[in-house]
Protein backbone atom coordinates (compact mmCIF):
# COMPACT_ATOMS: atom_id res chain seq x y z
CA UNK A 1 0.00 0.00 0.00
CA UNK A 2 1.28 3.70 -0.97
CA UNK A 3 2.28 5.37 1.92
CA UNK A 4 -0.27 8.46 3.31
CA UNK A 5 -0.10 11.50 1.10
CA UNK A 6 0.58 14.20 4.04
CA UNK A 7 3.35 14.78 6.32
CA UNK A 8 3.50 14.10 10.07
CA UNK A 9 2.94 17.46 11.01
CA UNK A 10 0.33 17.90 8.99
CA UNK A 11 -1.48 15.20 11.23
CA UNK A 12 -0.49 16.76 13.98
CA UNK A 13 -2.10 19.99 13.01
CA UNK A 14 -5.65 17.93 12.31
CA UNK A 15 -5.01 16.12 15.79
CA UNK A 16 -5.23 19.98 17.52
CA UNK A 17 -8.08 20.77 15.69
CA UNK A 18 -10.11 17.42 15.86
CA UNK A 19 -9.60 17.82 19.71
CA UNK A 20 -10.49 21.80 19.40
CA UNK A 21 -13.32 21.39 17.44
CA UNK A 22 -12.39 23.75 14.91
CA UNK A 23 -12.91 23.87 11.12
CA UNK A 24 -10.03 21.92 8.76
CA UNK A 25 -7.73 24.53 7.09
CA UNK A 26 -6.26 24.28 3.31
CA UNK A 27 -3.14 22.99 4.82
CA UNK A 28 -4.89 20.53 6.56
CA UNK A 29 -6.17 16.81 5.05
CA UNK A 30 -9.32 16.78 5.96
CA UNK A 31 -10.76 14.10 8.65
CA UNK A 32 -12.89 12.26 5.47
CA UNK A 33 -9.68 11.92 3.79
CA UNK A 34 -7.60 10.61 6.56
CA UNK A 35 -10.08 7.65 7.52
CA UNK A 36 -10.67 6.77 4.03
CA UNK A 37 -6.33 6.06 3.93
CA UNK A 38 -6.95 4.56 6.98
CA UNK A 39 -9.75 2.58 5.91
CA UNK A 40 -7.68 0.96 3.32
CA UNK A 41 -5.22 0.45 5.40
CA UNK A 42 -7.65 -1.40 7.58
CA UNK A 43 -8.88 -3.60 5.20
CA UNK A 44 -5.19 -4.51 3.59
CA UNK A 45 -4.48 -6.01 6.88
CA UNK A 46 -7.97 -7.77 6.89
CA UNK A 47 -7.17 -9.31 3.83
CA UNK A 48 -3.82 -10.86 4.45
CA UNK A 49 -5.16 -12.04 8.04
CA UNK A 50 -7.78 -13.75 6.24
CA UNK A 51 -5.87 -14.92 2.99
CA UNK A 52 -4.13 -17.13 5.49
CA UNK A 53 -4.18 -20.84 5.71
CA UNK A 54 -5.97 -21.21 9.16
CA UNK A 55 -6.56 -25.05 8.70
CA UNK A 56 -3.45 -26.69 10.43
CA UNK A 57 -4.71 -24.10 14.08
CA UNK A 58 -8.71 -23.91 13.67
CA UNK A 59 -9.12 -26.83 11.53
CA UNK A 60 -12.77 -26.77 9.95
CA UNK A 61 -14.02 -23.89 12.49
CA UNK A 62 -15.02 -20.89 10.79
CA UNK A 63 -13.35 -16.94 11.87
CA UNK A 64 -14.56 -13.84 11.71
CA UNK A 65 -12.11 -10.76 10.78
CA UNK A 66 -13.39 -7.26 9.45
CA UNK A 67 -11.81 -3.93 10.46
CA UNK A 68 -12.86 -0.88 10.75
CA UNK A 69 -11.64 3.08 11.10
CA UNK A 70 -12.53 5.08 14.21
CA UNK A 71 -15.50 7.42 14.23
CA UNK A 72 -14.87 11.04 14.84
CA UNK A 73 -16.10 11.21 17.83
CA UNK A 74 -14.54 8.25 19.20
CA UNK A 75 -11.30 9.45 17.81
CA UNK A 76 -11.71 12.90 19.11
CA UNK A 77 -12.33 11.82 23.01
CA UNK A 78 -9.49 9.28 22.66
CA UNK A 79 -7.26 12.91 21.29
CA UNK A 80 -8.67 14.53 24.79
CA UNK A 81 -8.21 11.98 27.20
CA UNK A 82 -4.60 11.94 26.30
CA UNK A 83 -3.30 15.68 24.76
CA UNK A 84 -0.05 14.48 24.74
CA UNK A 85 -0.73 11.86 21.77
CA UNK A 86 -0.90 13.06 18.37
CA UNK A 87 -3.43 11.03 15.74
CA UNK A 88 -0.04 9.84 14.02
CA UNK A 89 0.93 8.02 17.39
CA UNK A 90 -2.79 6.60 17.81
CA UNK A 91 -2.26 2.62 18.02
CA UNK A 92 -6.31 2.11 16.72
CA UNK A 93 -7.06 4.40 14.37
CA UNK A 94 -6.92 1.23 11.76
CA UNK A 95 -8.53 -0.77 13.67
CA UNK A 96 -8.67 -5.17 12.75
CA UNK A 97 -9.85 -8.00 14.47
CA UNK A 98 -10.13 -11.12 14.50
CA UNK A 99 -12.58 -13.97 16.27
CA UNK A 100 -13.18 -17.81 16.56
CA UNK A 101 -14.22 -20.49 18.71
CA UNK A 102 -10.56 -21.25 19.78
CA UNK A 103 -8.78 -21.74 23.00
CA UNK A 104 -6.20 -19.78 25.09
CA UNK A 105 -3.37 -21.79 23.42
CA UNK A 106 -5.07 -21.67 20.08
CA UNK A 107 -5.35 -17.81 20.32
CA UNK A 108 -1.66 -17.68 21.48
CA UNK A 109 -1.01 -19.20 17.90
CA UNK A 110 -2.97 -17.07 15.85
CA UNK A 111 -1.24 -13.96 17.79
CA UNK A 112 1.92 -15.73 16.90
CA UNK A 113 0.99 -16.33 13.21
CA UNK A 114 -0.20 -13.11 12.41
CA UNK A 115 2.97 -11.31 14.17
CA UNK A 116 5.15 -13.52 12.16
CA UNK A 117 3.31 -12.62 8.80
CA UNK A 118 4.40 -9.23 9.62
CA UNK A 119 7.71 -9.58 10.41
CA UNK A 120 7.09 -7.78 14.26
CA UNK A 121 8.67 -9.85 17.08
CA UNK A 122 5.94 -11.08 19.87
CA UNK A 123 8.07 -8.96 22.29
CA UNK A 124 7.53 -5.91 20.97
CA UNK A 125 3.76 -6.03 19.36
CA UNK A 126 1.69 -7.90 21.54
CA UNK A 127 -0.64 -6.52 24.64
CA UNK A 128 -1.83 -9.67 26.46
CA UNK A 129 -4.89 -8.01 27.94
CA UNK A 130 -5.89 -11.55 29.53
CA UNK A 131 -3.69 -11.67 32.24
CA UNK A 132 -4.47 -8.09 33.06
CA UNK A 133 -7.52 -6.70 31.96
CA UNK A 134 -8.61 -3.47 30.50
CA UNK A 135 -12.02 -2.58 32.61
CA UNK A 136 -12.88 -6.30 32.77
CA UNK A 137 -12.51 -6.45 28.93
CA UNK A 138 -10.56 -9.63 28.00
CA UNK A 139 -8.34 -10.10 24.53
CA UNK A 140 -4.73 -10.17 22.54
CA UNK A 141 -3.79 -6.83 20.55
CA UNK A 142 -1.02 -6.76 18.11
CA UNK A 143 0.27 -3.29 17.61
CA UNK A 144 2.11 -3.31 13.76
CA UNK A 145 3.81 -0.65 12.54
CA UNK A 146 3.45 -1.08 9.09
CA UNK A 147 2.64 2.24 6.85
CA UNK A 148 1.04 3.54 10.06
CA UNK A 149 -0.08 1.71 12.90
CA UNK A 150 -2.64 -0.84 12.94
CA UNK A 151 -4.41 -2.54 16.13
CA UNK A 152 -5.50 -6.00 15.83
CA UNK A 153 -7.42 -7.29 17.76
CA UNK A 154 -7.67 -11.44 18.77
CA UNK A 155 -10.50 -12.73 20.42
CA UNK A 156 -12.28 -16.14 21.37
CA UNK A 157 -15.83 -15.81 21.15
CA UNK A 158 -16.12 -15.27 24.85
CA UNK A 159 -13.94 -12.79 24.84
CA UNK A 160 -16.14 -10.95 21.87
CA UNK A 161 -19.73 -11.71 23.52
CA UNK A 162 -18.79 -10.21 26.78
CA UNK A 163 -17.14 -7.47 24.88
CA UNK A 164 -20.04 -6.38 23.01
CA UNK A 165 -22.79 -6.65 26.01
CA UNK A 166 -20.53 -4.62 27.83
CA UNK A 167 -20.29 -2.13 25.11
CA UNK A 168 -24.22 -1.95 25.30
CA UNK A 169 -23.45 -1.34 28.99
CA UNK A 170 -21.35 2.20 28.03
CA UNK A 171 -24.43 3.20 25.68
CA UNK A 172 -26.15 2.48 28.69
CA UNK A 173 -24.50 4.40 31.44
CA UNK A 174 -21.62 6.26 29.70
CA UNK A 175 -18.57 5.98 27.70
CA UNK A 176 -16.76 6.32 30.51
CA UNK A 177 -16.80 2.98 31.85
CA UNK A 178 -14.78 1.33 29.45
CA UNK A 179 -11.48 3.29 31.01
CA UNK A 180 -11.67 1.85 34.26
CA UNK A 181 -14.73 4.78 35.40
CA UNK A 182 -17.81 3.79 37.18
CA UNK A 183 -21.34 4.97 37.51
CA UNK A 184 -22.19 7.70 40.49
CA UNK A 185 -25.45 5.59 40.23
CA UNK A 186 -25.39 2.70 43.13
CA UNK A 187 -27.37 0.14 41.15
CA UNK A 188 -25.42 1.10 38.11
CA UNK A 189 -21.88 0.77 39.57
CA UNK A 190 -23.27 -2.74 41.05
CA UNK A 191 -23.96 -3.98 37.21
CA UNK A 192 -20.84 -2.22 36.01
CA UNK A 193 -18.44 -3.97 38.92
CA UNK A 194 -20.61 -7.15 37.98
CA UNK A 195 -19.72 -7.59 34.45
CA UNK A 196 -16.14 -6.80 35.05
CA UNK A 197 -16.22 -9.36 37.40
CA UNK A 198 -18.29 -12.25 34.80
CA UNK A 199 -15.05 -11.68 32.72
CA UNK A 200 -12.00 -11.17 35.12
CA UNK A 201 -13.08 -14.71 37.00
CA UNK A 202 -16.44 -16.86 35.34
CA UNK A 203 -15.19 -16.24 31.49
CA UNK A 204 -11.33 -16.42 32.24
CA UNK A 205 -12.15 -19.67 34.55
CA UNK A 206 -13.85 -21.26 32.01
CA UNK A 207 -11.12 -20.78 28.96
CA UNK A 208 -8.40 -21.94 31.36
CA UNK A 209 -10.93 -25.06 31.96
CA UNK A 210 -11.25 -25.48 28.66
CA UNK A 211 -7.92 -25.03 27.45
CA UNK A 212 -6.54 -27.46 29.91
CA UNK A 213 -8.89 -30.43 28.69
CA UNK A 214 -8.04 -29.75 25.21
CA UNK A 215 -4.04 -29.74 26.51
CA UNK A 216 -4.80 -32.55 28.15
CA UNK A 217 -6.56 -34.52 25.06
CA UNK A 218 -4.16 -33.92 22.86
CA UNK A 219 -1.79 -35.70 25.07
CA UNK A 220 -4.11 -38.64 25.12
CA UNK A 221 -3.89 -38.25 21.50
CA UNK A 222 -0.08 -38.37 21.28
CA UNK A 223 -0.03 -42.04 23.12
CA UNK A 224 -0.20 -45.32 21.59
CA UNK A 225 -3.10 -46.68 21.30
CA UNK A 226 -3.00 -49.59 23.95
CA UNK A 227 -1.26 -47.05 26.44
CA UNK A 228 -4.50 -44.54 25.84
CA UNK A 229 -6.86 -47.42 26.24
CA UNK A 230 -5.57 -48.57 29.84
CA UNK A 231 -5.38 -44.58 30.70
CA UNK A 232 -9.27 -44.72 30.27
CA UNK A 233 -10.14 -47.92 31.44
CA UNK A 234 -7.71 -48.99 34.49
CA UNK A 235 -7.81 -52.66 35.22
CA UNK A 236 -9.13 -53.27 38.57
CA UNK A 237 -7.87 -55.35 41.13
CA UNK A 238 -7.16 -59.31 39.91
Known amino acids: MEPPPWSGNQLKRLSRKIRAGSPMSGSTPSYGEVMLWYNDLAESVQSRIAALDWTPLL ?3 AFEITSRPKTLDTL ?3 LERDPGTP ?4 QDVAGVRFEAEMTLDEQDAVVNAIAGHF ?7 VRDLRSDPHSGY ?3 H ?6 ARVEVQVRTHL ?3 WANIYEVAADVFGRHIRYDLLPESDIERQIVQSLRAISTTRVAQIEKDRNE ?5 LSLDELPSGVKTRAHYPRGPS
Open 119 to 125: DHELSQC
Open 213 to 217: VSSLQ
Open 76 to 78: RQK
Open 87 to 90: LPSV
Open 142 to 147: LWLRLE
Open 59 to 61: GDR
Open 138 to 140: RAV
Open 159 to 161: QGD
